[in-house]
């Protein structure tokens, strides 16, 4: 007798867990987000809105967009991966560009009273080409570049090409930003915290009013201490202001002018 229960303990104890697993196995079969076909789920990814989304074992497994969780599928000018849906809707030509950040420097304007008026010249850019403007080191998405050319200020901003639209507005937001501090605040533009932390800031709020979950938490996770340190210290000190003017009476008191005139 005792030797059946042994069996049938042994039994249960084997065929129980086997039973579970089944259950969870069939719990998870669902559409995978990208072939969409229905199979077992391997992983839950984020998809270009922010929503997690089911893979299968397979289509986890290959390279993936280099702005969301989603399986690639093409490479940008710029040397990106992007998914079927970042792709969809990435900026690659001049005139589309020039359109966008139109669009958003009326919006700093209108939401945040964020103005300047500098004559901007927009471009697009190859990775490498603005990672030799910075410092070669960096994987820049965008570059604001103030010069003199013939006795005549000129200011350029280079975004890289083949980025999602709503990837493309968040980093208009920032090179606007720095187009703004060199207009109203230029004693900051050598502090590379602040000016960086200023700059992804105006982009944070840009994109939390647009409702742009993908770029207010990539600036919210950034960890190097002068885009992500820089952003988490402007923004505990702007506290409730929330346009450019009461930005720049933080910004004065923080880092007052000595004796002189604050922008142009």
């Known amino acids: 007798m005792l030797k059946y229960i042994a069996v049938f303990f042994l039994a249960f104890a084997v065929l129980c867990p ?42 986890a497994m290959l390279p993936r967009c280099a702005y969301c969780e989603m399986p690639s599928e093409a490479e940008t000018a710029g040397g990106d991966r992007l998914c079927r849906e970042c792709a969809k809707d990435c900026i690659k030509e001049k005139s589309e560009a020039e359109k966008v950040m139109k669009d958003v420097r009326q919006v700093l304007a209108s939401k945040f009273k964020m103005t300047s008026k500098h004559r901007i010249i927009c471009e697009l850019g190859t ?19 103030p010069k003199t050319v013939r006795d005549k200020p000129q200011y350029t901003i280079r975004i890289l090409t083949g980025l999602p639209r709503d990837v493309y507005r968040s980093v208009a937001a920032h090179e606007l930003a720095h187009d703004w501090m060199d207009a109203e605040l230029p004693h900051l533009m050598d502090k590379p915290e602040i000016r960086e932390g200023f700059a992804e800031f105006v982009a944070w709020s840009f994109s939390k009013s647009e409702g742009n979950t993908r770029m207010t938490e990539y600036t919210e996770r950034r960890t190097d201490d002068v885009y992500g340190g820089g952003f988490r210290k402007v923004r505990d000190m702007m506290g409730d202001a929330k346009t450019a003017p009461e930005w720049k009476k933080v910004l004065l008191k923080e880092f007052p002018l000595k004796g002189k005139k604050t922008g142009k």
């Open 127 to 145: 990775r490498r080409e603005l990672n030799l403007e910075a410092d070669g080191e960096h994987n820049e998405l965008g570059w604001f570049d």
């Open 18 to 59: 086997l039973s579970v697993r089944l259950s969870a196995q069939a719990e998870a079969a669902a559409k995978c987000a990208h072939c969409q076909k229905e199979k077992f789920v391997s992983v839950r990814a984020k998809n270009g809105a922010g929503k997690e989304v089911p893979l299968c074992y397979e289509c």
